[in-house]
């Protein structure tokens, strides 16, 4: 008689916290280079030396703030897509940091030690390219080591060792006036610049001697016998995806029309207030620049610490509607402030402000991807990302326009910086407009693993 052995439960995989921290270092010396970047190269733009003084100051700065915006759309998925096809004997991504981030690093401490506006442009050009060479296979080491089905707790893992270089970043500036002794902005800022650099070293040491990405030379009849199976096994040429060719009802072309507008006045603001906030809390708030750092880590604190209960509200309550009350929170507060400039107030905008915004940035991809299904989820997040990142080259120098303009209505021709808490209010008061014509994207056929893992991919 045959007897029916019940069979053995599968094991489930777990992660492994601690190599994926490791490999996080790499992502940890991204975001300590760029946050030291947006708080201190518009004050260092404003000095006298450097664009400071003209009628059109602002406007350039904003137009300098854009270069790893521009640099990021063109250079960060050619450069990802070649490490895709590396075969080193340090792997696939990691000779694109070991090339890319010591050149950043004597780049990066040069910033602040330049006297003349055409070295720094040349500078900051060379370091906004070369950095854009090596982040997305940074980026992508965490997905090489992580199966799928762990890659939300892995990129979980890699965002708090980049926090970790945010904060490390945001409040070296107020560490170094206590141990130098110093309030001497020069001299801060050189030893600012330095302190990220030798940090990214340090992070670069990490991934290459401690993760150690595998070698991955292939033989040169492994590469002929890939190539074969490959033109053996091509699949036959896909429909074409454009949206021509996704057959949306008149409605759902609506919603989307104006859901990627949404974004994109959502995202002018966001990434004005990323680029001038610490502008305007030392010109307007009258904070000290090592100070006014530590605002920008505050409001991205906030951010993640609402991602959690923006998605289960999203879920509760409706995407469209947490949306929606995202975007009416922060425009009151911004307004409130505006009108009242209670210092406290302020302190309270940056934080239930943060909140308010993860409200919006948690839900509005899924609806987005929601109208195309699941069939069409390469195109919109195409689409989603097109939307944002458009808006991060046009947001800042669209707020450096205002605040020249402001200029001609002060009685010393001083830019007004309070214009930031009239032009962020009405991107969001469009925005919000916007969302109120969206009728589409609230079911849930896509799985949060495919949202997490498009995410992770940006």
Avoid at 19 to 44: E, H, R
Avoid at 136 to 145: I, L, Q, R, T
Avoid at 150 to 173: C, D, K, P, S
Avoid at 434 to 452: A, D, K, P
Wanted: proline share 4%; charged share 15%.
């Amino acid at each position: 008689m045959k007897m029916n052995v019940p069979s053995a439960p599968r094991k489930k995989k777990k992660l492994n916290y601690g190599k994926t921290a490791l490999i996080g270092f790499g992502f940890m010396a991204v975001q300590i280079a760029w946050i030291i970047y947006n708080n201190y190269m518009p004050l260092i733009l404003r000095g006298d030396n450097m664009l400071g003084g003209h009628p059109w100051t602002e406007t350039a700065i904003g137009a300098v703030m854009v270069f790893d915006n521009i640099f990021g759309v063109v250079c960060q998925p050619l450069f990802g897509r070649l490490s895709d096809r590396t075969h080193t004997r340090f792997g696939k991504r990691t000779p694109y940091m070991m090339i890319g981030l010591p050149v950043c690093a004597l780049l990066f401490i040069m910033i602040p030690r330049l006297t003349t506006l055409g070295a720094l442009m040349t500078n900051v050009i060379l370091f906004n390219f070369v950095m854009s060479t090596w982040r997305s296979p940074v980026v992508a080491m965490m997905p090489d080591a992580t199966p799928s089905e762990l890659r939300g707790e892995g990129n979980a893992v890699i965002n708090i060792m980049g926090g970790v270089g945010v904060v490390l970043g945001t409040v070296a500036g107020k560490v170094f006036s206590v141990l130098l002794r110093t309030d001497d902005i020069q001299t801060l800022r050189n030893y600012v610049f330095l302190f990220g650099a030798v940090v990214m070293v340090l992070c670069l040491f990490v991934v290459v001697f401690v993760v150690r990405e595998g070698d991955n030379r292939i033989t040169k009849e492994e590469s002929l016998k890939a190539k074969a199976d490959y033109e053996k096994n091509r699949a036959p040429k896909q429909k074409k995806t454009g949206l021509r060719h996704i057959g949306l009802s008149r409605g759902e072309t609506v919603s989307l029309i104006v859901i990627l507008a949404a974004l994109f006045f959502n995202s002018n603001a966001t990434d004005s207030i990323n680029t001038n906030f610490t502008t305007f809390a030392t010109k307007e708030m009258g904070f000290a620049e090592k100070d006014a750092a530590l605002f920008v880590t505050l409001f991205a604190a906030s951010t993640v610490a609402g991602a959690i209960p923006a998605g289960k509200l999203g879920q509760k309550f409706g995407r469209k509607k947490t949306i929606i009350a995202g975007w009416t929170g922060i425009l009151a507060l911004f307004l409130l402030f505006l009108v009242t400039k209670l210092p406290w107030l302020f302190y309270v905008a940056v934080v239930v402000g943060g909140v308010c915004i993860a409200f919006v940035t948690i839900n509005t991809l899924p609806l987005v991807l929601e109208i195309g299904g699941q069939e069409h989820i390469g195109t919109f997040t195409g689409l989603y990302y097109t939307a944002t990142q458009s808006a991060a080259i046009v947001g800042p120098v669209v707020m450096g326009s205002i605040f020249d303009f402001t200029k001609k209505f002060t009685a010393d021709g001083r830019a007004n910086y309070w214009s930031l808490f009239i032009f962020c209010p009405v991107c969001f008061a469009i925005a919000l407009i916007c969302m109120i014509f969206v009728r589409h994207g609230e079911t849930n056929t896509i799985s949060e693993e495919t949202i997490r893992e498009i995410r992770e991919e940006d």
